[in-house]
C-alpha cells in the first residue's frame, strides 16, 4: 500500500507530465494566433477559421495504457501515445490547409515528426484531413522540454463532416447499420464535392490575388496618423539641397 508521502509525488509527477502537454498546446495556440492576426491585418485572405485544442483526461489516459499493456512509466507513456495534447485547425479551403501547413512546418523550433494525409487518400469510412505531428520546445523554469503535438487540419466541410460521424459512432456504440454507414460515406464525398466547388468559386472571383482590404484596427494606422508620419519625416529631413 503507498504511502501519503507516496500518493503526494505521484500526484506531483502525474501533474507534471499533464501540464507540459498543455503548455505544448499553448505554445503551438500562439503561433497560430500570430498568424491568424497577421492575415487579418496584412493580408486580405485569412486562411484560418477557428482553432479548437484537446488535452486528453488523465482518466483516459490510464485508461488508453491499461487496455495498450504499456509500461506505466511517464517516459514509455510519453514514447508510445501521441495524442495527449492535440489541436484542430479549421481552414476556409483545401489550398488554405496546406498552406498552413507549411507555413507552420517552416518555423525553425517545430519539429515535423509524421504527416497523414488523410486528404489525398481518405480514410475507407470517407473522413478527411491533414495531420501532422510536431514537436515544439516548453520553456519551464527549470528545463526545457520538447512536446509531441498533434495537429489536424481540415475544411469547414471536413470539420462538419467529422463532427457528425462522431455523434453517430458514439450513439451506436461504434457498431453503425449497413446503411447508416453507407450513408456516412456518400456524405462524405458530397462535402467533398462542396470542398471543390467553392475552391472552384473562390479561384474564379479572386484567382490568385487578393480577395478584400486588410482589416483595420488599433494596430494599423489610419489616413491621418500616416499622414502625420509623413510630415514629422518631411520636417527632420530638411529642405532639399541646393
Keep these: 500500500m503507498p504511502s501519503l508521502d507516496d500518493l503526494v509525488q505521484l500526484r506531483a509527477e502525474f501533474s507534471r507530465f499533464m501540464l507540459q502537454y498543455q503548455f505544448g498546446i499553448e ?54 501515445i501521441t495524442d495527449i495534447a492535440g489541436l484542430r485547425i479549421v481552414c476556409s479551403f483545401v489550398s488554405d490547409v496546406y498552406r498552413v501547413a507549411e507555413m507552420l512546418s517552416r518555423q525553425s523550433d517545430i519539429t515535423v515528426l509524421e504527416t497523414k494525409d488523410y486528404i489525398s487518400a481518405p480514410k475507407p469510412n470517407g473522413y478527411r484531413s491533414l495531420h501532422l505531428l510536431v514537436q515544439v520546445p516548453v520553456f ?28 453517430i459512432h458514439y450513439k451506436y456504440d461504434h457498431h453503425l447499420p449497413t446503411e447508416v454507414r453507407k450513408d456516412l460515406e456518400a456524405s462524405a464525398r458530397t462535402a467533398a464535392e462542396l470542398d471543390t466547388i467553392m475552391e472552384h468559386l473562390h479561384q474564379q472571383v479572386h484567382g490568385d490575388g487578393e480577395s478584400a482590404p486588410p482589416r483595420r484596427g488599433s494596430a494599423i494606422p489610419t489616413d491621418a496618423v500616416l ?16
Excluded at 490510464?62 to 514514447?79: H, N, Q, T, W, Y
Excluded at 522540454?145 to 498533434?150: D, G, Q
Excluded at 499622414?227 to 541646393?242: E, N, V
Design 140 to 167: 519551464l523554469s527549470d528545463e526545457t522540454l520538447a512536446v509531441t503535438v498533434e495537429l489536424q487540419l481540415r475544411t469547414v466541410a471536413m470539420d462538419f463532416w467529422a463532427s457528425l460521424e462522431h455523434k
Design 227 to 242: 499622414a502625420q508620419f509623413l510630415r514629422i519625416r518631411a520636417a527632420r529631413s530638411g529642405p532639399p539641397s541646393p
Design 27 to 80: 505554445e503551438v495556440k500562439t503561433k497560430i494566433e500570430i498568424l491568424r492576426l497577421e492575415f487579418i491585418h496584412l493580408h486580405a485572405h485569412n486562411p484560418i477559421e477557428h482553432v479548437a485544442a484537446r488535452l486528453k483526461s488523465s482518466e483516459s489516459l490510464i485508461a488508453k495504457v491499461s487496455r495498450k499493456g504499456l509500461d506505466p512509466s511517464f517516459e514509455a507513456i510519453s514514447a508510445s
